[in-house]
């Protein structure tokens, strides 16, 4: 897989058919360990029947395209960090 990504956009993805998992974070367990509660959980996928595969297996994840969690990601980091990020 490959992924070019900008501030604003994703610029090239490789299969463009990728895919990631995410998994709702619990708020206390990412602060006491974000590695473990959140980024474990969070992988690339060539397609979604592969994404989907992982996520049957593993509850609170789901998948989305690499353009729907580049926008969710900034979302999240507008909203935690618009103090620092203007």
Known sequence: MRLTV???RVERVEPVSAQMSILLPD???VQKNVVTSFCHSV???PSRQAGESWVAKHT???ILSIHKAHVLARLKNEAQYRDVLQ
């Open 27 to 29: 708020a206390q367990a």
């Open 60 to 62: 609170g994840t789901f």
């Open 43 to 45: 992988h690339f996928f």
């Open 6 to 8: 900008a501030s604003e």
